[in-house]
């Protein structure tokens, strides 16, 4: 047993599977939106009203799952800019701006990959 707590090495994920991961999750949170603003003046709004609650749970949620499940198995932060400046900062960038964010980091990673 190390003495190193950052030691751990995580399993890489496929390019492919991780943007299916993304796409999974705005996928979701399309639906949850158009549910909410199609029902949101019928039935009384009780079910758009839920729709949308569950639209912002599910924004948060995917943000998070995507930040711990997604971008540790596709990014390696460099030892030099492994600051807690740099990684908090795009971690709550991924986190808060995820459907913008991580398209273009798939953009980035694909465009680094084929050249």
Same mark, same amino acid.
């Given at each position: ?29 399309? #639906? ?6 199609? =029902? ?6 009780? +079910?758009? /009203?839920?729709?949308? %609650? *569950? ?31 740099? #990684? ?6 991924? =986190? ?6 991580? +398209?273009? /980091?798939?953009?980035? %990673? *694909? ?5």
């Amino acid at each position: 047993m190390s003495g190193d707590i950052g030691n751990e090495q995580q399993e890489a994920m496929r390019l492919r599977v991780a943007f299916l991961h993304w796409a999974a999750c705005l996928a979701g949170f399309i #639906v949850l939106w158009m549910l909410g603003s199609a =029902f949101g003046s019928s039935f009384g709004g009780w +079910f758009g /009203l839920l729709a949308l %609650l *569950g639209t912002f749970f599910w924004y948060f949620a995917a943000g998070v799952y995507l930040n711990r499940g997604v971008l540790r198995k596709i990014i390696v932060w460099h030892p030099m800019y492994n600051t807690l400046y740099n #990684v908090t900062s795009e971690k709550l960038k991924f =986190f808060f701006l995820w459907p913008i964010t991580y +398209f273009f /980091l798939f953009v980035r %990673l *694909g465009i680094n990959k084929a050249i």
